[in-house]
């Protein structure tokens, strides 16, 4: 499943905010908000990724109802290109902000995964797991609307890999509802300069 697409640009990595004994720094690092223009990959086990003749959509997950076919368990992943190498000595964190329509919180965590695509091997970085706490509201207008939430994953101070161009987010899914994907959608992510 795709989203619709979106002008691509050069991307810079923010400066950290350094400090000395003897002289803050009063230069203001801004974070970097990359709008996430990637795929979504529904796929089961034992899979690593969707077969070639899968059924191709173009949409949102969190506005779709995916399901599997024969109860077996779903696998959901997004993938992100960034079409430019970032050097993660840049930053402290990096942030996910999604918009969630899922019924049931506390039923899917994300991982984060930093790949480094132009070195042999495609080497990565995970930066662990956060549970998605938020559910989909309700109100009067609308039947249901998505909730926003921010997530955060801290970078290591030694990470395995020095830079990345890609980014992968497996959804990890509760074992009674993983039948069904999440209607959760990724919609950027913020690179946090160290020292913010």
């Not at 400066?15 to 908000?33: C, E, F, K, Y």
């Not at 899968?54 to 992943?77: C, F, K, V, W, Y």
């Not at 609308?142 to 497996?170: G, W, Y």
Request: hydrophobic fraction near 40%; charge should be neutral; aromatic fraction near 6%.
């Amino acid at each position: 499943m795709t989203p619709d697409p979106v002008i691509r640009t050069k991307l810079v990595a923010p400066a950290p905010v350094i400090a000395n004994d003897l002289l803050t720094s009063h230069r203001i690092a801004n974070p970097l908000v990359i709008p996430f223009d990637g795929v979504y990959w529904f796929f089961k086990a034992p899979d690593l990724h969707p077969p070639r003749r899968s059924r191709q959509a173009h949409g949102s997950p969190e506005l779709l109802n995916i399901h599997s076919t024969d109860r077996r368990p779903l696998s959901m992943e997004a993938h992100d290109n960034l079409g430019s190498l970032i050097d993660l000595n840049c930053c402290g964190k990096i942030q996910i902000a999604i918009r969630n329509a899922d019924l049931y919180s506390e039923t899917v965590s994300l991982e984060l995964v930093l790949i480094n695509s132009s070195l042999p091997g495609k080497p990565s970085q995970s930066l662990g797991r956060v549970v998605v706490k938020s559910k989909r509201t309700w109100n009067l207008d609308q039947e249901q609307a998505s909730t926003q939430e921010m997530l955060s994953f801290v970078i290591p101070p030694h990470p395995t890999i020095q830079r990345f161009d890609e980014v992968k987010i497996v959804f990890r899914l509760d074992a009674f509802r993983a039948d069904d994907g999440a209607k959760i959608a990724i919609d950027h992510f913020v690179l946090v300069p160290r020292g913010l």
